[in-house]
Nanobody, 128 residues
Framework: QVQLVESGGGLVQAGGSLGLSCAAS????????MGWFRQAPGKERKDAEF???????????YYSDSVKGRFTISRDNAKNIVLLQMNSLKAEDTAVYYC??????????????????WGQGTQVTVSS
């Protein structure tokens, strides 16, 4: 079992940067692939958009086309954290961002159904 807690959301102007952090509990964190999803206003979490994913050892990363080149996912297994660095933010990046864990070492860029553990979400608002 893994428990996830996100932090770092907030309000930022378009073109700015923001970093999200996801702290995980549990001894098995290092064996899980991790991902970030976002839920736009009016959408349900089951329809959350894939943002980025990282394999258990950080060797493989995946990004959605909408964030590729602007966002960077990373992890530190010694500290049980996953990070999402977001640069060149746009108004359309506004959403609730969720950290998610997958009971597999292999990252997935599929939908939320492919992930087993979820944080409570953190709001990111980008003003234009």
């Amino acid at each position: 079992q893994v428990q996830l807690v996100e932090s770092g959301g907030g309000l930022v102007q378009a073109g700015g940067s923001l970093g999200l952090s996801c702290a995980a509990s549990g001894r098995t964190f290092s064996s899980y692939a991790m991902g970030w999803f976002r839920q736009a206003p009016g959408k349900e979490r089951k329809d959350a958009e894939f943002v980025a994913a990282i394999s258990w050892n950080g060797m493989r990363t995946y990004y959605s086309d909408s964030v590729k080149g602007r966002f960077t996912i990373s992890r530190d297994n010694a500290k049980n954290i996953v990070l999402l660095q977001m640069n060149s933010l746009k108004a359309e990046d506004t959403a609730v961002y969720y950290c998610a864990g997958r009971s597999s070492p292999y990252a997935s860029e599929m939908g939320p159904y492919d992930y087993n553990y979820w944080g409570q979400g953190t709001q990111v608002t980008v003003s234009s």
